[in-house]
């Protein structure tokens, strides 16, 4: 059974920065088997959003993808061996709040769709204060 394990996110004050990781378990057979590990997050009363992903491909490797309008604040990194992404949040701004979910789906094909991942964390809470 897949099983995605978040770790980090909490309470910090506007412009402080937070670390998220997600480890996936039973994702694939293969060490070299496709898979894509993403972000997404979700404010209140709002859809959940693309933060960004990274995605193995067993024929041409690793590429990592982060939402255009993150870029510059956050960044994302992959230990793709052991099925693990990391999202580096700096500059926090109190509209980055939000419950931040790890997702999975099994093919190199990144997407930020939401609904196209198969597999999902239980979310980790993101509070910035003004």
């Known amino acids: 059974q897949v099983r995605l394990q978040e770790s980090g996110g909490g309470l910090v004050k506007d412009g402080a920065y937070l670390s998220l990781s997600c480890a996936a378990s039973?994702?694939?057979?293969?060490?070299?088997?496709?898979?894509?590990m993403g972000w997404f997050s979700q404010a209140p009363e709002k859809e959940r959003e693309f933060v960004g992903a990274?995605?193995?491909?067993?024929?041409?490797?690793?590429?990592?993808y982060l939402s255009d309008s993150l870029k510059g604040r956050f960044t994302l990194a992959a230990d793709y061996a052991k099925r693990e992404v990391f999202l580096q949040m700096n500059s926090l701004n109190p509209e980055d709040t939000a419950v931040y979910y790890c997702?999975?789906?099994?093919?190199?094909?990144?997407?930020?769709?939401?609904?196209?991942?198969?597999?999902w964390g239980q979310g980790t809470q993101v509070t910035v204060s003004s």
């Open positions: 990274a995605s193995w491909s067993g024929r041409s490797g690793g590429r990592t």
């Open positions: 039973e994702l694939t057979i293969a060490i070299y088997d496709d898979y894509t």
């Open positions: 997702a999975a789906r099994r093919s190199a094909t990144t997407s930020t769709v939401a609904l196209e991942y198969d597999y």
